[in-house]
């Protein structure tokens, strides 16, 4: 399985920006879809998962301001990002769970000016 990343950029807050995880190899056992963020100094964040049936759920600090969905017949997973803080900037992953394991994307970096 793989994933990569993309759509992050630099933006004025307040702004929007959608990211795009694109899946492709043995997509098969791929059912649920993270999005992870890390900010610099700082741990991994879940911010927002969809399930294969489409359940979403998010991070509290993103909850009204992130949306996720999916979309399988181009195997692509997407996050719309809008009114974006400053303290959204971090470097965004996509993370596959997949038979025990986990597969990730590169990455993509997310700046958001005040």
């Known amino acids: 399985v793989q994933l990569q990343a993309s759509g992050g950029g630099l933006v004025q807050a307040g702004g929007s920006l959608r990211l795009s995880c694109a899946i492709s190899?043995?997509?098969?056992?791929?059912?649920?879809i993270d999005w992870y963020r890390q900010a610099p100094g700082k741990q991994y964040e879940l911010v927002a998962g969809?399930?294969?049936?489409?359940?979403?759920n998010y991070a509290d600090s993103v909850k009204g301001r992130f949306t996720i969905s999916r979309d399988d017949a181009e195997n692509t997973v997407y996050l719309q990002m809008n009114t974006l803080k400053p303290e959204d900037t971090a470097v965004y992953y996509c993370?596959?769970?997949?038979?025990?394991?986990?597969?990730w994307g590169q990455g993509t970096q997310v700046t958001v000016s005040s």
């Open positions: 190899g043995s997509t098969s056992g791929v059912n649920h």
């Open positions: 969809i399930s294969s049936s489409g359940y979403a």
């Open positions: 993370n596959a769970p997949v038979g025990g394991l986990h597969y």
